[in-house]
Structures are given as structure tokens and as C-alpha cells.
């Protein structure tokens, strides 16, 4: 179960994309995910959440969805605040 926004947003994200996922713990690419649907969740969440918010590295390296999320978070909080 998804308990944070952007958690809900990568499981969604990833159903949308066609993997079999039902929960944050599952992987990315156990759950059918490969090198185009890593490309098309990186442009997603570049358009959701800023450039670089989500990179290949970063999705090979932590790959389960509460990873990604907590990835996806991770890049929010370094982003800088415009005035």
C-alpha cells in the first residue's frame, strides 16, 4: 500500500505502463519492467516532477517502487527554491 503521494504516483504510473505490480514493495522489473518502460517512467517523471528527478541509474540501482519514490522525493528536497 502506497502512503505518501509520490508513492501512489509510481505504482499508478507503473500500472499505466502495463507492469504487474500491486504494491510499493514490488520491483520494477520483476513486475515486467524493461529498458523502454524504464525509459517512458523516466520521461513521466521528469514531466511530473522536474528534469533528473528520476535517472536510468537510479532506477537500475533502486528499483523497487518505494525506492524509486524515495528517489523521486530525494530530488525534490536537493531541488533549488525559486523565488
Do not use: H, Y
Request: include cysteine; proline fraction near 2%; aromatic fraction near 6%.
Amino acid at each position: 500500500m502506497a502512503s505518501t503521494e509520490i508513492e501512489s504516483w509510481v505504482l499508478d504510473t507503473c500500472r499505466e505502463l502495463g507492469l504487474l505490480v500491486d504494491e510499493v514493495g514490488d520491483d520494477f522489473f520483476g513486475g515486467g519492467g524493461n529498458s523502454l518502460t524504464a525509459v517512458r517512467l523516466i520521461a513521466k517523471a521528469e514531466d511530473r516532477f522536474g528534469e533528473d528527478s528520476l535517472t536510468p541509474d537510479d532506477l537500475f540501482e533502486r528499483s523497487t517502487l518505494r525506492e524509486i519514490a524515495a528517489t523521486i522525493r530525494a530530488s525534490l528536497d536537493r531541488s533549488p527554491v525559486l523565488d
